[in-house]
């Protein structure tokens, strides 16, 4: 019995269509100059995508409902395939909100939360300015609630999982009105 190795060439990829368009399709071409598809593979059939440290790093697969078709995808850098992952994972229906689990789930382990409004989380100001070390939960509306526990369970992760990295941002938006909205 001998054993087979198949040969990988690299290719370029773009993700096209959408919802409205019947579906989302990865089509690759030669190289990134190239016009002329090489392939497409249709992933309305894709049910899974999952890690495949047997050929190399960086390399995750994508997998068609009973792996009837298994097709190996690889990256140059962790960065570059987390987003291909969280960047599939939505359009094969896998994620729908961006949860820590599903992040785990894609290896994704840095992770900005921006908002605006940053008064929200704030409440009612103690003293002015108010700079980070301001005291934060004392929320007057749903929208500062939710981020406020957003927040919360952010840090537990980090606390709890050491290999994170994430950066609570919070800025502030400053609006006049046009004499127009006056």
């Known amino acids: 019995m001998g ?3 198949k040969n990988y060439r690299k290719r370029w990829f773009e993700l096209r269509g959408g919802p409205s ?9 030669r190289d990134e100059r190239s016009s002329a598809a090489k392939g497409t593979i249709h992933l309305e059939a894709c049910t899974d995508i999952r890690p495949n440290s047997k050929l190399r790093t960086f390399v ?3 997998v068609t409902e009973d792996e009837k078709a298994v097709y190996p995808l690889a990256t140059e850098t962790q960065k570059e ?3 291909w992952l969280l960047t ?16 785990k789930k894609y290896w994704v382990k840095s992770f900005v939360f921006s908002f605006s409004l940053t ?6 100001p ?15 509306n749903p929208y500062g609630k939710s981020k406020y526990y957003i927040e919360g369970i952010l840090q537990d992760l980090a606390k709890a999982e050491k290999d994170w990295n994430i950066v609570i941002l919070r800025f502030l938006i400053q609006w006049e009105p046009t004499p127009a909205v006056r």
């Open 88 to 103: 599939l994972g939505k359009a094969i229906g896998l994620i729908e909100e961006e949860d820590t689990t599903v992040l």
């Open 60 to 62: 995750f697969d994508i």
């Open 21 to 29: 368009a019947g579906g989302y399709r990865l089509v690759y071409y």
């Open 119 to 124: 008064a929200c989380v704030y409440g009612e």
């Open 3 to 5: 054993i087979s190795i």
């Open 126 to 140: 103690q003293y002015l300015p108010i700079d980070e070390s301001h005291p934060v939960g004392d929320c007057a």
């Open 81 to 83: 395939m987390e987003e």
